[in-house]
């Protein structure tokens, strides 16, 4: 059967090239880079390789790069460092409804450890109104935390634009770029962020490694104790064969990005009026230009995001969809609620995300194979049948 793999926002197959560096590393430079001889110097070595890489696809210095465990941590490096580092100064902090869980429960528990925390809302595409935010903050705000682009729906948001309102008002802003690394031009300087939150497993990199970017001079309490390790702000041993796979990762995404995103753009655009032209009542969900080059999100009426996601499977596509099954019972996704879409056509969503390995071979197997099964589902469904 074919197989086409249509889920890279949740995560990408690591290149052929990142494994073999990975695996030699492994072999060869197995040193502790603390250590003093030359086992932990050349352990040390492919680390600020490493770091180099990593800074010069987001236009940072690598001093400004700490290795983390991923995106969950460095969101959670920053939620929690950084409201700690400043509570004297004051204890509340901004961020919008269409965060990942990452943002979103991190949140949840400032909020319970005395923190206040504001989500702004956003408008039918999925983006923050910059005049919310200057309304929003207050001479408590010490920490603003805006995603560059929407794992579920792909919205582009306007971080220059957020982050410039917060310069002014003496806030320290972050963004989680998880999903922007690698498919669009990032760069702190003109984004003009504190810090920034990316992941290797989302750019053909491995898991369990990520990196958040400090700008200099920024400070945080750190969630690790222990050693000195990246400038006394994480401690443990470093992840060396995951920090050297994501630091090509980051390496290949800087020189092929434009191509890339060409690519994808174009197997996106092919993939959503494709849909739209062979199946009734769909819509597209996001904005319709601000969005990241591989996300194709549509609710499909009358039919479950879910049935059609096992329907795909057994056809050997994989998707999302836009709910996730919590103990037993299917709730609609908290972005396409927070975007004022209909809890029906929240539950019927789909979430198709291209990666680099995907070919228009893949884009037209799904145009065959999907709109049939659409039609059997809606079929079956009572609600299709009610709408005559
Ligand atoms: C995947 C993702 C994360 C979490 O990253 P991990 O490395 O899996 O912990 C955070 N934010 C966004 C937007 C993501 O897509």
Same mark, same amino acid.
């Given at each position: 059967?074919?197989?086409?793999?249509?889920?890279?926002?949740?995560?990408?197959?690591?290149?052929?090239?990142?494994?073999?560096?990975?695996?030699?590393?492994?072999?060869?430079?197995?040193?502790?880079?603390? !250590?003093?001889?030359?086992?932990?110097?050349? %352990?040390?070595?492919?680390?600020?390789?490493?770091?180099?890489?990593?800074?010069?696809?987001?236009?940072?210095?690598?001093?400004?790069?700490?290795?983390?465990?991923?995106?969950?941590?460095?969101?959670?490096?920053?939620?929690?460092?950084?409201?700690?580092?400043?509570?004297?100064?004051?204890?509340?902090?901004?961020?919008?409804?269409?965060?990942?869980?990452?943002?979103?429960?991190?949140?949840?528990?400032?909020?319970?450890?005395?923190? $206040?925390?504001?989500?702004?809302?956003?408008?039918?595409?999925?983006?923050?109104?910059?005049?919310?935010?200057?309304?929003?903050?207050?001479?408590?705000?010490?920490?603003? +935390?805006?995603?560059?682009?929407?794992?579920?729906?792909?919205?582009?948001?306007?971080?220059?634009?957020?982050?410039?309102?917060?310069?002014?008002?003496?806030?320290?802003?972050?963004? $989680?770029?998880?999903?922007?690394?690698?498919?669009?031009?990032?760069?702190?300087?003109?984004?003009?962020?504190?810090?920034?939150?990316? *992941?290797?497993?989302?750019?053909?990199?491995?898991?369990?490694?990520?990196?958040?970017?400090?700008?200099?001079?920024?400070?945080?309490?750190?969630?690790?104790?222990?050693?000195?390790?990246?400038?006394?702000?994480?401690?443990?041993?470093?992840?060396?064969?995951?920090?050297?796979?994501?630091?090509? %990762?980051?390496?290949?995404?800087?020189?092929?990005?434009?191509?890339?995103?060409?690519?994808?753009?174009?197997?996106? $655009?092919?993939?959503?009026?494709?849909?739209?032209?062979?199946?009734?009542?769909?819509?597209?969900?996001?904005?319709?230009?601000?969005?990241?080059?591989?996300?194709?999100?549509?609710?499909?009426?009358?039919?479950?995001?879910?049935?059609?996601?096992?329907?795909?499977?057994?056809?050997?596509?994989?998707? %999302? *969809?836009? *709910? %996730?099954?919590?103990?037993?019972?299917?709730?609609? +996704?908290?972005?396409?609620?927070?975007?004022?879409? *209909?809890?029906?056509?929240?539950?019927?969503?789909?979430?198709? !995300?291209?990666?680099?390995?995907?070919?228009?071979? $893949?884009?037209?197997?799904?145009?065959?194979?999907?709109?049939?099964?659409?039609?059997?589902?809606?079929?079956?469904?009572?609600?299709?049948?009610?709408?005559?």
């Amino acid at each position: 059967m074919r197989r086409v793999y249509m889920d890279n926002s949740a995560t990408t197959p690591v290149r052929q090239e990142v494994i073999e560096a990975m695996s030699e590393c492994m072999k060869d430079d197995f040193g502790n880079p603390s !250590s003093l001889h030359w086992f932990g110097r050349q %352990a040390r070595r492919r680390m600020e390789t490493a770091r180099e890489q990593v800074a010069g696809l987001i236009g940072a210095e690598p001093e400004e790069i700490v290795f983390t465990s991923g995106g969950t941590e460095a969101d959670n490096m920053v939620m929690k460092g950084v409201t700690q580092q400043l509570r004297h100064k004051g204890r509340h902090v901004i961020t919008s409804s269409v965060e990942h869980h990452a943002i979103l429960h991190t949140g949840e528990y400032l909020e319970k450890n005395g923190f $206040d925390v504001t989500y702004l809302a956003v408008d039918e595409h999925g983006r923050v109104d910059p005049d919310h935010l200057r309304h929003a903050i207050g001479p408590q705000t010490t920490l603003v +935390s805006i995603m560059l682009a929407n794992n579920e729906v792909g919205t582009i948001q306007p971080i220059e634009e957020l982050a410039a309102i917060c310069r002014e008002n003496g806030v320290l802003f972050h963004t $989680d770029a998880v999903q922007g690394v690698g498919q669009l031009d990032v760069d702190v300087e003109t984004l003009g962020v504190d810090f920034l939150s990316l *992941s290797g497993h989302k750019l053909y990199g491995p898991k369990g490694v990520g990196a958040l970017y400090v700008r200099r001079n920024r400070r945080f309490q750190p969630l690790f104790h222990g050693g000195g390790h990246e400038r006394r702000r994480r401690a443990g041993t470093e992840n060396i064969p995951g920090i050297v796979g994501l630091g090509l %990762a980051c390496q290949l995404s800087h020189e092929e990005l434009p191509e890339r995103r060409e690519k994808l753009v174009a197997m996106r $655009d092919g993939l959503i009026a494709g849909l739209i032209e062979r199946v009734e009542d769909v819509q597209l969900n996001g904005h319709p230009s601000e969005r990241l080059p591989n996300n194709c999100n549509l609710s499909f009426n009358y039919v479950e995001g879910e049935a059609m996601l096992l329907n795909l499977d057994l056809q050997g596509i994989a998707v %999302a *969809s836009g *709910s %996730a099954c919590t103990s037993g019972s299917i709730e609609p +996704s908290h972005v396409l609620l927070a975007m004022g879409v *209909s809890r029906e056509l929240a539950q019927g969503s789909l979430r198709l !995300s291209l990666g680099s390995f995907n070919c228009t071979e $893949d884009v037209d197997y799904v145009l065959e194979t999907l709109p049939p099964i659409v039609d059997k589902l809606r079929q079956m469904s009572p609600l299709y049948h009610g709408k005559e």
